[in-house]
């Protein structure tokens, strides 16, 4: 059986320019299909795990080369805090810190996970998510302290709404993702 099948003659007329454009076609690669939502999610949620500790490393080095000095007064000026404003805005921006690790932690695991295990991914991902939204919520309590200690700072107040506003959407946008959207 097997040595009739290796008889078989070639074809003797060319291929016409039909087959050829039909061999083409089937030999292109469709288009790689766009990142799905337990991606999506997992990719916001490792941006927004580093910038806590890449925002606080910045500070540290701004301070220890006392840059904030030489900076004009609207960008960046002391404000007069209480004890108690400094000490809960220190505790937020520490927790907000380390809500980062885990947040990375789980976000690259749900990265890293084969496709066969979808409901561990997605799940994954809603923890990573969720630890996301408790960081920028942890920011947000920050600036509410900043802005109730100085009121006054213009910069503080479009700056940092914005950023709430943003990091409010893109949770937003990642949750109806993880909603909506296949794993």
Known sequence: MAQKMDRQPAHLL?????????KKKQAR?????????????SLWALINACLPALALALSFVLQSY?????????LFHRIEMTDAEGAMGSALELGRVWCGVPQAAVA?????LAGRRRRVRRALAYLALA?????????AGVLGIILAADPGYIFMWIDGVAVV????????FCFLDMLLGEG
């Open 131 to 139: 630890a996301t939204v408790a960081s920028h919520f942890m920011f």
């Open 14 to 22: 060319p291929m016409s320019v039909e087959e050829k454009e039909k």
């Open 165 to 172: 506003f943003v990091c409010a959407a893109g949770d937003l």
């Open 29 to 41: 690669r469709p288009a790689p299909p766009l990142p799905g939502a337990v991606t999506l999610v």
């Open 108 to 112: 690259a695991l749900a990265l890293l």
């Open 66 to 74: 006392n840059v904030f000095s030489k900076l004009p007064s609207w």
